[in-house]
């Protein structure tokens, strides 16, 4: 069983950045693909990006793209979601997730996740 946390949270004004990482640990593999999502005070879970275990795939929501940046580093079984360019909607849990059987942008999708990390955009 693979395990995830997530790191980097925090308080930014509009307009900054933050950087959130996700380490997997466990029963980790090669193949995997990996995610983030999003959850909103009274909404749904939903996608904010994804890559494959080489990098060479990735794909993003549409609120996203331009302003968040998915990478991973395989030596050290880490996930990255550079955002910039943050705005008061972007507030949110950030889920870090992994093996994807089936579409991407389904929750139901991904069989692994992590506990979350609270991203809170405000002046």
Do not use: H
């Not at 900054?16 to 749904?44: D, V």
């Not at 793209?65 to 050290?76: E, H, L, P, Q």
């Amino acid at each position: 069983q693979v395990q995830l946390v997530e790191s980097g949270g925090g308080l930014v004004q509009p307009g900054g950045s933050l950087r959130l990482s996700c380490a997997a640990s466990g029963r980790t593999s090669s193949n995997i693909a990996m995610g983030w999502f999003r959850q909103a005070p009274g909404k749904e879970r939903e996608f904010v990006a994804g890559i494959t275990y080489t990098s060479i795939t990735t794909s993003y929501a549409d609120s996203v793209k331009g302003r968040f940046t998915i990478s991973r580093d395989n030596a050290k079984n880490t996930v990255y979601l550079q955002m910039n360019g943050l705005k008061c909607e972007d507030t949110a849990v950030y889920y870090c997730a992994a093996e994807p059987r089936g579409s991407w942008k389904l929750r139901e999708s991904w069989g692994v996740w992590g506990q979350g990390t609270l991203v809170t955009v405000s002046s």
